[in-house]
């Protein structure tokens, strides 16, 4: 056995202490997070502090994994966790995240107040396109054209934009809708439902592309069902509704009020906690 000379010995020292301060130095990671929510999406940054080899999340709607954008499927309260693990140690940090889904509504604004209704994912193909043409102001400064105190108020035709009221009612975008009934949608008080031309020329009762009408009579108006399309639900501001149907109409041409009725149509958003706690209203 080689003598270790005392130069040796102290190299030996100095080596196993400098080997030990590393260990001490080496730090555990500190999981933390941040998180940004778009509706019913979560994008996650990890933000732990020391070096790290392994971090995961647990979503908390039963789903796992190491992606960093993550979409719910319905609106709740999820508890998100980051584990995030090393050599010398793991550690967690969780969060509660609020996720809701912003869901469309109309608001129609008039000088007389305004509604707001709801407009039904069954009939997807009237939903779609008051949306678009809202999106593009399409109804903006078109008038309640034809008011039926105790029946219907009636509006959306661009052709009212002009000074010439015997066109009223007889104009649109230039396309029809085809009819989406259903039996579970009727004509009850403050049904949205879309205007059309006569079975004589419409033998398919095909809607107007812009044209609606609010049925203001609290019994509803149920000799309508089945032959127009009910597309949508006033969740507030029938009073409103009310009052345009009772403004001074000489009768001609076809119902139209004696003084314009313009209207300022725009898309409006609420969470469905928002629409129970302020509408008592849950969509289905």
Known sequence: MKNITPTTFVLLLIVTISCNKGKEEAKAPVASFTYEVDELKVTLANTSQ???TEATWDYGDGTSGIELIHT???????TVKLTVKS??????????????????LINVSTDFGAFTFWLYDSTELHKANFLALAEEDFFDSTTFHRIVNGFVIQGGDPNTKDNDPNNDGSGGPGYEIDAEFHDSLTHVYGAVGAAREEDDV???????????????NINGAHGLDGNYTVFGIV?????TVETIAAQPNSGTPNNRPDDPIPMNVSIVQYTRAQLKSQFNFEPK
């Open 202 to 216: 419409n033998p398919e009762k095909k809607s107007n592309g812009s044209q609606f009408y609010v049925v203001e």
């Open 235 to 239: 969740l507030d501001g029938m009073e």
């Open 87 to 104: 050599e010398v140690g793991e550690d967690n940090a969780e969060e509660d995240i609020i996720v809701a889904e912003l869901l469309d």
């Open 50 to 52: 020391n070096t790290y």
């Open 72 to 78: 719910y499927a319905k609106d709740s309260t999820y």
